[in-house]
């Protein structure tokens, strides 16, 4: 019988195994086990109906249509509406208002209009959209919610 | 080392393997699903509260939309006021007033002003305006006729709806280009009905990923049916919101 350190191809061929299988179980470690994500999906889809509800509840009481200019919206007062909601949330939940005016124009929750999307997001971060009606043109508030105890995924 | 020894090693690598690709696969199945696909419930129940919310404001509006070719409209109020101490004979007042809009020219659909504007009064019915110029910003001209009931300054209120925002608005046979007296305006801008969420809709939805297609469906009174189609990887929905 041969043993495969008696020659160099056997080495090589048992080397590269190895390599083969650390890879894989490195690749196969990454990947969300279904209890622990399923936990993540659970606690992201909390945050996202506290989300909603919130928005809702601050538009039908008249709370928000106070921070949106009904017909100009660009002078809608962003940072006080931030801090109104990020005050109402409970204070482990980090939250970020962004304004949807549409498909390419976004403000954000200085004011500033630009591009959309936020690009200081982790991937924890989750997002619900709130479209605001009681205004000329209908506006898209996208919460961007994270827990501040969240880090998985 | 042993080809048992390897052979040993080898099939506890790939127990420990099928487990993870167990794990993986259970992942993938379940969670993983709603993982790489934004969760939907949320996004359609927007869109569904967004028209029921719009429809309750716009019904507080108490006088139903002349005509919903026109997406927006102002209420214009103006004021008119005569010295009429002292002279009997000019108590019947009647003029051509000549007042500014107070409309948002970024919603006005057609670059020609004689095209699209429409002056409404109160009770629905058209009222035949002029425009001092057919390119923005321009102003609406109309005949005024009133009686000072008394022999002292006077004044009365006008009132009419502003139409607006309706690009396939052609000019009235009655309109011209003219002249008047010029009358300060104030008025604000009312709701417009929800068609304008589906455009909103269409713009931003698939960007989550999702297809959408909203339309009008019809006017119920003065509601506005709107028809909703929705359909993601773990929701699919079609049916109109009134």
Redesign the interface.
Known sequence: MIDIFDSKKGFFFYVEIMLVVILAIIIWTQFPISQQSYLDLSAQENLRHLGYTYMKAIDVSGILPKYIHSANFSATNFTKLRFVVADSLPSDIIVYPEYIYNESLCYNSSGSAGACGLNTTSADTTTVLYTFTNSTEPITIKLYLKSAFGGRL | ???SQ?FLI?MV?IL??MF??Y??I??A????T??FDR?AT??L???I??VQ??NE?YLAQKIPWWNYGWT?RNVISFTDTYDNSGNPAEQAVSKTAEFDLKI?WA?HSNTDCSKELRLVDFSNAEVNSDVNSTTTPCSLLTAIAWTCPALTNCNRIFKYYVYYGNASATTPAYRSTAQGTELSSSG??E??D?R??CT??K??YP??GATVDCSLVSYVGNKTNISIYYSSRSLKFNGSVI
């Open positions: 080392m042993k080809k390897f080898a690598v420990i393997s993870y690709i794990t993986y259970r992942s199945d379940q969670s993983s709603l993982f969760p949320l996004d129940q927007n869109m509260d967004s919310l719009r404001r927006y948002i919603h604000g801008l709701e417009a929800p304008l969420l909103h809709f713009a931003i960007k989550t």
